[in-house]
């Protein structure tokens, strides 16, 4: 009688034990695919999925937000081509490159450069680099600017150290939009000093196509000039 208890209670155990390892052997199967996982687990369409960055990066698991906001920056590199209007100069047209924010690395560090040109009246270029001291998330962030320019006139021409500092709006993640004002000043504490300001919107349209346009002021001792540019931009 005894025996039979031992038996029964041994028998109980044993069921216990098989049931647990049944439940627990597909659950560690099932996590092993994440995609399925999450399909099933949220309930939604796989286009949705498919479609949003946000929930892919979280399927794959819960993400370092903080990280995120210190090292995944909040605008992107841009290479622009573009309609330049020099309305100090009889309105002349010309052409606008521009390549911006190179990044260095996953730092704060990046560079820019550009090149104006009328095609005879007016030219413009140069190459900077910007730090840009706040996490590269924000929605809002500061750089100082140093690097070289040179710019060419009917009444003046100047190059030289180009110095200054810049701050950017960016309205939205991943290049999206953004808005960023700067003003440097070239050979600074030269009787030929120049300094320029620059204000540009930028506006995509598709994941990688940007509208952009950009006005730009020169003010020397000579003469105040200005520019305006319609710019494709294209992010990598």
């Known amino acids: 009688m005894l025996f039979e208890k ?43 999925i498919n479609n949003s960055p946000v929930l892919q990066k979280w399927m794959k698991g819960v993400p370092d937000v903080l990280e995120d906001i210190n090292h995944d920056p909040s605008f992107r590199t841009r290479v622009g081509i573009g309609y330049a209007e020099f309305p100090s100069t009889e309105h002349d047209g010309g052409l606008h490159i521009s390549v911006d924010d190179i990044f260095i690395g996953r730092t704060g560090l990046t560079i820019s450069g550009d090149y104006e040109t009328s095609f005879g009246k007016r030219d413009a270029g140069g190459v900077n680099l910007q730090y840009y001291v ?33 701050i950017i709006f960016p309205l939205s993640r991943s290049g999206a939009a953004d808005i960023s004002v700067s003003h440097t000043f070239i050979s600074p504490g030269d009787d030929d000093e120049v300094g320029v300001t620059n204000v540009s919107f930028g506006y995509a349209v598709t994941k990688q196509i940007r509208l952009a346009t950009e006005i730009e002021k020169q003010n020397s001792r000579v003469k105040k000039d200005s520019q305006f540019s319609l710019m494709l931009e294209w992010m990598p």
């Not at 031992?6 to 996590?31: D, G, H, M, N, Q």
């Not at 996490?135 to 030289?160: C, F, K, Q, W």
């Open 6 to 48: 031992v038996k029964s209670k041994f028998k109980a155990v044993y069921i216990v034990i098989t049931l647990t390892i049944s439940c627990i052997i597909p659950e560690t199967v099932y996590s092993q695919t994440p995609d399925s996982s999450a399909e099933n687990s949220l309930d939604l369409p796989p286009e949705i």
């Open 134 to 166: 706040l996490p590269l998330g924000y929605y809002v962030n500061v750089a100082p600017v140093l690097g070289y320019r040179s710019i060419s006139t009917n009444n003046y021409s100047e190059d030289g150290v180009n110095i200054g500092g810049k």
